[in-house]
């Protein structure tokens, strides 16, 4: 038996929409699913009670940030995260790859993998796919991911860390650099498969690469499906390309996917851009935005997101959304306490905010599921105006 | 009918402490009562949930940060505090007098009050007697504090705040200045007592001061006690003048105070000094150690505080107290998880410890409670070694 099972309860006839349910050994989530971001085993500000209390059936550890504190064999010792933060539920980690190539100055990517410094102590570490397969199967994640090659979508000219990474290369060509990407996410992802062969009670999902360019995509899927492996990732995607590509991708890669295997969008999004995604196909988003947004009291609504630093709402006594059910806002916590508390630098507003924004995001996922359950995709738009709103957007570059 | 009513329940017969019930407009509390301290309307990262799964059943805001931010009048429309944090137990707020004074280099001291810079903006602001009664006022606090003055223990030589408002003032004579202290601090409190007069669902606790000087203590009281007041305070202790000199004021002041009102001990303190005034015949407590140490990953145990950012709690899976039944060690968090919280800065290593720390001083509190009741003082110290151990104590200077 395979540690994931997925079943496809239902499908949209408006578009590629589909309802599932993914079992793992710490239990069942509904899919569409949205994943908010445990980094370093710790949802910032909230318990375990509190992410349940937001809808989360799972949560994304990232296993870059706990490679380097408190380490994997540090954790295995612990028991893993799931004993580590006490959270019952599935966990998904990340290979730790596209962090540690994308938040260390001093990163130098080889056919090995990734060698860079630690931002602890600034001691030299290396991650490639045998030691991230490793650290993931220490810190016990219910769905792990292939170690891969994120090729940054913008051009060398426009982007200091590939600039940087094509010189370390020699590689000058922003095309021979994806064909790079590619083709060793691919001989990496037959290293993970091997060095995880031994571990039955972890999924361990392929990512497929390729950037914007759809041909690598194409022969992307090809490669990562020849392996059968539990769920497939869309990779590279809200790596600074813009929503029109984020769409182009998704739309064009997710239906080459197999059917019955969930298929999860790495790092994506707003509520539009999951939402286009589900559209065609995609079962599973993870994003740092309700938690990142919220330690900067920005707070998602239906209607759009507000900034409750805003004077504003110095003495706006309404909850952040009078429909929502969250901690915050059916606690009766008002903007102008909401406000009070950021202005003082009080951290239970990161915490109330951060709750309700992925309440929010859950509750979007709640009626997702509701619109391809009941064949009414439509209804989606009336109940969730940001979805069709350009102003709700600020940027789309947002990467776990 | 009054603000506030007070019976007594039960005494120990092993010495002066009693049990009691306070009852205020929103709600009663049991006495000897802890109070924590969400200081700017917010106890750090805990929700009122929390905040009650501590046990606390009074909380004190503190005047002086409201009145700076979000300020009186804004309180006032907002309804004053308990519906701005949704915490619908009692509330004390302090004056803000004593951190008017203490927490600006630029304070000065006159008849009329304490003139101060704004540490928000830097405008210059007061607050007197009446402007305090008005902000406590706004905020509703069920019971608020005289404005008083609160002269340092220390002597003018050895206390850079106290040489300069010595200097501003005139004084160079410790013991006038102490004088002056006390007798302005009656002046004040007929002022505070005449100003609130008009406000008849919040109690006025007078404060006794005198610092170190018996005499004056007991001066104090007597001019204080003249005014007809629900409930007595004892200020100017925990300022620095040592666990010692704590003692003998406590000892000495307490049992002059009326036997029918509450007695509140202002910033005090450890266990230990907790449980010596107690036995004076204290009735109320507040202190910021709690949640101040549990920011700072110190945790109280009744064996003795220990800090969790020691190396040797890295792979320690027990909780920070085996017999606690608050939110972080119930909730089965180990020792290691939350080291690695601090050191990974998340802030659930604070909000959590800040649980268990408060916890545990209602656990005291309970036992304490207990044992007047069953009238077995005795029984405290076996439950909690750290009350007479001298390791627990690294300091006594605890002011909120």
């Known amino acids: 038996m395979s540690a994931l099972q997925f079943e496809l309860l239902a499908r949209s006839t408006a578009n590629r929409a589909r309802l599932g349910r993914v079992t793992t050994p710490h239990g069942s989530f509904d899919t569409p699913a949205f994943m908010p971001v445990a980094t370093a085993a710790a949802m910032k500000g909230l318990t375990p009670a509190q992410i349940r209390g937001t809808g989360s059936q799972i949560i994304l550890n990232n296993a870059y940030h706990l490679f380097l504190r408190p ?4 954790i295995e010792r612990l028991g893993g995260t799931h004993r580590l933060m006490r959270w019952n539920g599935p966990i998904l980690t990340d290979s730790g790859g596209y962090q540690a190539y994308s938040m260390s100055d001093t990163a130098v990517l080889s056919e090995e993998g990734v060698t860079f410094r630690s931002f602890i102590d600034g001691s030299k570490v290396h991650l490639g796919p045998e030691s991230s397969m490793r650290v993931q199967n220490q810190i016990g994640a219910d769905i792990i991911m292939a170690f891969d090659d994120c090729a940054p979508a913008a051009l ?43 571990k039955q009670d972890q999924a361990l999902f392929g990512i497929v690469q390729g950037a914007t360019n759809l041909d690598l995509r194409r022969r992307s899927v090809e490669g990562v499906c020849a392996h059968d492996l539990p769920g497939y990732a869309i990779g590279g995607v809200a790596v600074g390309e813009g929503t029109e590509a984020i769409r182009t991708v998704v739309e064009f890669t997710t239906p080459l996917l197999p059917d019955n295997r969930p298929r999860y969008l790495m790092g994506v999004g707003y509520e539009r851009d999951i939402v286009m995604a589900v559209a065609a196909g995609v079962d599973m988003f993870d994003c740092v935005l309700p938690t990142r947004n919220g330690r900067n009291a920005n707070a998602f609504t239906p209607q759009g997101p507000i900034r409750l630093r805003n004077a504003r709402f110095a003495e706006d006594s309404l909850p952040i959304d009078p429909s929502c059910d969250c901690e915050a806002c059916a606690g009766g916590f008002s903007r102008a306490y909401l406000r009070h508390l950021f202005m003082a630098e009080e951290m239970l507003g990161p915490t109330l905010v951060s709750a309700h924004n992925i309440r929010h995001f859950q509750r979007l996922m709640l009626d997702i599921r509701t619109a391809i359950r009941e064949d009414a995709w439509s209804s989606l738009l009336v109940a969730w105006p940001c979805i069709g709103s350009d102003e709700a957007h600020s940027s789309t570059d947002e990467q776990t």
């Open 71 to 74: 380490g994997g064999d540090r």
């Open 156 to 198: 060398p000219a426009e982007d200091a860390d590939e600039r940087r990474v094509a010189r370390t290369r020699g590689v000058v060509d922003h095309a021979l650099r994806m064909e790079e990407a590619h083709e060793r996410t691919l001989r990496w992802l037959d290293r993970c498969v091997q060095s995880h062969a031994r």
